[in-house]
């Protein structure tokens, strides 16, 4: 199994041809509203800066910080073709070495990179003292529960853990062609276990309630397109809120 830094090298090159976008339109859903001109933003776990890149279009003061350096070289060469001003660092979000004190508007982390932290709670501590009072972060993160999910467990015979889900689960996922073992997480528990100290929670957004995952799929894309519409209209309703394959975590710093 491959480190996180190792996966994330070797897939720099394609890593932008690895999602389909109506996961990435619903993450920018749901950040893209809180962004003001001159607000500063951390984007943590940036990849090759899709985020970093749309919160800076949109008038923010950005800082994006990536463990994987190939990840940052692409981010970089994007930022400079676009003639965007982003300011690109390495380093490990668990930590979020060299960032100053209470001194970001918003910070967001997408994608599952919280899925590869050992300790997310070293994370929401890190976040915590980034963030001004009252400053708001959002985690998108791989969950426990799609349904997708479940019925590739149930037909591999581990019924129980389908039916359950569980608070915590860990697979091996592949990062272009290596795997990486990832920790999922039901997103209330992950929430009381690691961000309640530091954070209001303000909203719980499912993404992929009934839609397979990012990878190739044999669902054609009339099917798909009728699936991604109820997901939208699932997303916050109850359960529902718990049983996507990717999770949105809305909190607010206090103050």
Do not use: K
């Not at 809180?34 to 500063?40: E, Y």
């Not at 149930?154 to 697979?171: D, F, H, N, Y």
């Not at 091996?172 to 290596?178: A, H, L, Q, Y």
């Amino acid at each position: 199994m491959s480190t996180v830094r190792d996966a994330y090298n070797a897939a720099a090159g394609a890593y932008d041809t690895l999602f389909v976008e109506a996961n990435r339109a619903r993450w920018q859903d749901a950040y893209m509203p809180r962004l003001r001109p001159g607000m500063r933003v951390l984007d943590a776990g940036c990849g090759t800066g899709t985020d970093s890149l749309a919160c800076a279009r949109a008038g923010a003061e950005v800082v994006g910080i990536d463990i994987s350096p190939c990840m940052l070289e692409r981010a970089r060469g994007r930022a400079a073709a676009e003639r965007v001003s982003v300011r690109f660092a390495e380093g490990d979000i668990a930590r979020l070495p060299g960032v100053d004190v209470a001194t970001f508007d918003l910070i967001i982390s997408g994608f599952a990179a919280l899925n590869t932290v050992d300790e997310p709670g070293a994370f929401a501590a890190a976040a915590a003292r980034a963030l001004r009072p009252g400053g708001e972060l959002l985690v998108h993160f791989l969950g426990t529960g799609a349904l997708f999910d479940r019925l590739g467990d149930a037909s591999r015979g581990r019924v129980a853990q389908a039916l359950s889900g569980g608070a915590v689960r860990e697979r091996e996922i592949r990062v272009g062609d290596r795997a990486v073992r990832h920790r999922l997480y039901a997103p209330r528990a992950l929430y009381a276990a690691s961000f309640a100290h530091h954070f209001d929670l303000v909203e719980v957004v499912a993404v992929g309630v009934c839609t397979p995952d990012d990878g190739p799929s044999r669902v054609p894309d009339w099917l798909r397109g009728r699936l991604e519409s109820i997901d939208v209209r699932l997303a916050g309703r109850g359960v529902f809120a718990g049983l996507g394959r990717f999770a949105i975590l809305v909190m607010r710093r206090r103050a």
